[in-house]
């Protein structure tokens, strides 16, 4: 069973630049969750969507943060315009139940 | 006071040795716990779940001390394997969200 897919791993652009991750969960797993981890810092929770339906984006930072997730399936992150202090280290999570997470690899975000 | 709280460590341990991590929530109505290892640049993998009357996997045991609010991992017979950061998560209960909100982890190296 394939697990949490995210892309790209890696992502270094400028301030200012658009960036858009990229999550498919694990087939079936309707909770899908963003995080990100800051260096140093736990890892703090962005949104949560159920199918298609976000149930909570109460740590979504600010208006440039948009999620989507596209038909109950796949979901993006974008971030327009990117800042300095939204390099992190982007997880996503997919869960049946909304109990046990199963990560992604994470993106590694680096805004220069 | 954060959500929850985990002493970040680094335990320093030799190889075949007991240790301990304990980690608090703030949260008396959270009613769901587990314990994650993330490797050095990995992803959060689910350890194991923490139970009531405390549980026991292996060289693992979680307990749950609910007049406390804490739980703690305790890990028998020290591996070099075992050297990763432990994260506990915490579901938050009723009347709150049911998002998993994760500790900063606790850094366990395990040297020959």
């Known amino acids: 069973e394939a697990g949490v897919t995210q892309f790209p791993s890696h992502s270094v652009i400028e301030k200012g630049q658009t960036v858009t991750l990229r999550c498919d969960p694990i087939?079936?797993?309707?909770?899908l969750y963003w995080y990100r981890r800051v260096m140093g810092k736990e890892i703090k929770f962005l949104l949560h969507?159920?199918?298609?339906?976000?149930?909570?984006e109460s740590g979504m930072p600010n208006n440039r943060f948009l999620a989507e997730r596209t038909g109950g399936t796949y979901s993006t992150l974008k971030v327009q315009p990117a800042e300095l202090e939204d390099s992190g280290v982007y997880f996503c999570?997919?869960?049946?139940?909304?109990?046990?997470?199963?990560f992604g690899s994470g993106t590694q975000l680096s805004v220069l | 006071r954060k959500e929850v709280e985990q002493d970040p460590g680094p335990f320093n341990v030799p190889e075949g040795a007991t240790v301990a991590f304990n980690c608090t929530y703030s949260?008396?109505?959270?009613?769901?716990f587990f314990w994650y290892r993330q490797d050095c640049r990995k992803e959060p993998k689910l350890l194991m779940s923490?139970?009531?009357s405390g549980n026991e996997d292996g060289r693992f045991t979680a307990q749950l001390n609910r007049a406390s609010q804490y739980i703690s991992l305790l890990i028998r017979d020290s591996k070099l394997s075992d050297s990763a950061t432990y994260l506990c998560?915490?579901?938050?209960?009723?009347?709150?969200?049911?998002?998993?909100?994760f500790g900063r982890g606790t850094s366990l190296i395990v040297h020959p």
């Open positions: 999570a997919s869960s049946p139940t909304g109990l046990k997470l199963f």
């Open positions: 087939s079936g797993h309707d909770n």
């Open positions: 969507f159920v199918k298609e339906s976000k149930q909570d």
């Open positions: 949260n008396s109505a959270s009613q769901s």
């Open positions: 923490v139970y009531s």
């Open positions: 998560a915490v579901n938050m209960g009723p009347g709150g969200s049911y998002i998993p909100t």
